[in-house]
């Protein structure tokens, strides 16, 4: 018999593994810790989005999982190897589109794989297959100051899956987009998703992102995930899928849960900013 899906993946090894991490910045041990012995394991396949207040320490838990910094005490493995040693596995997605603006999109989308030597023919093969599943392959010609936000995000996600990474990490790469565009691109990061089923870890300050992208939410607050949800609507998720109750039933539930945990979180603002 044929396991539901949540079942099957809490079965599987898994891809990441954070065990009693506390993070402090600076040499002090007398300085805050901002996270404060964070536990979860992630299995391979899952999308999770982190949500917390401004400041809780989202962006951190990102960049311990990929290996960019490392945790005052306790354990992170990835693919079960410690965090630090292991990045070829992982593709890092921010904010800004970070593409260089004297290089085409063509260029911009083959870097990566020029900066780890993949032979000419073989990048511009990937780069392009990459561009023409993120519908900008029209674009390669073009210069990054010739595209509009979204384009450019294109762009930059068609670069990180050029890596062919088993782990994505998104730090709120649609926040500065408008409303539409980031529901479109929401729909498309799913679409590229059922090719190659990279696990994700996305930070958003939306919730109703984070439910329509998600199969779990972790909930951060005072350097621990306050609520472990998983998010139960059915794949594949479209346009419709936001027009249904129980998307947004799930999306005030877990409204309220973060409006709670943002509040007695220490120090931190009181509630989440939706902008920055
Ligand atoms: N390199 C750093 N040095 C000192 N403090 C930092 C550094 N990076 C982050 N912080 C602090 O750690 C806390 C969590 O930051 P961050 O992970 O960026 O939060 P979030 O992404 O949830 O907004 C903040 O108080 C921030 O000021
Ligand atoms: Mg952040």
């Known amino acids: 018999m044929l396991l539901p899906l949540r079942a099957r993946m809490s079965l599987s090894p898994p891809i990441v593994e954070l065990d009693s ?16 012995g964070l536990t979860f394991r992630a299995a391979p396949g899952e999308f999770i989005s982190l949500i917390g207040a401004s400041g809780c320490g989202k962006s951190t838990v990102l960049r311990l999982i990929a290996g960019l910094t490392a945790p005052t ?7 079960n190897a410690p965090a630090c040693t292991t990045p070829a596995n992982r ?5 800004d589109a970070t593409l260089l603006p004297w290089l085409t999109v063509r260029a911009n989308a083959e870097l990566l794989l020029k900066l780890r030597g993949v032979p000419s023919t073989a990048r511009r093969e990937r780069a ?14 073009r210069h990054p100051r010739q595209l509009s936000g979204g384009e ?7 670069r990180a899956l050029t890596l062919e990474p088993s782990l994505l990490l998104l730090d709120e790469p649609f926040a500065a ?9 929401n729909e498309e990061l799913l679409a590229l998703r059922e090719r190659s089923r990279w696990t994700a870890f996305f930070v958003t300050h939306s919730v109703a992102e984070a439910v329509f992208l998600s199969t779990r939410i972790l909930i951060l607050s005072a350097g621990r995930i306050a ?20 998307f947004h039933a799930l999306v005030s539930q877990i ?3 973060l409006r709670t945990a943002a509040g007695s979180s220490r120090g931190h603002e009181a509630v989440p900013s939706s902008t920055r």
């Open 177 to 185: 987009l408008d409303e539409l565009t980031r529901e479109h691109l």
């Open 152 to 158: 450019k995000m294109r762009v930059s996600l068609a």
């Open 227 to 246: 609520h472990d949800l998983p998010v139960d609507l059915p794949y594949p998720r479209t346009a419709t899928t936001r027009e249904q109750p129980a």
């Open 128 to 141: 392009l297959r990459l561009l023409e599943l993120a519908r900008i392959a029209h674009l390669a010609d």
């Open 21 to 36: 991490v506390t993070k402090r910045f600076g040499d002090d041990s007398r300085s805050p810790a901002i996270l404060d």
């Open 91 to 95: 593709a890092f997605l921010f904010q």
């Open 255 to 257: 409204s309220r849960l």
């Open 73 to 79: 005490s306790g354990r992170i493995l990835v693919e």
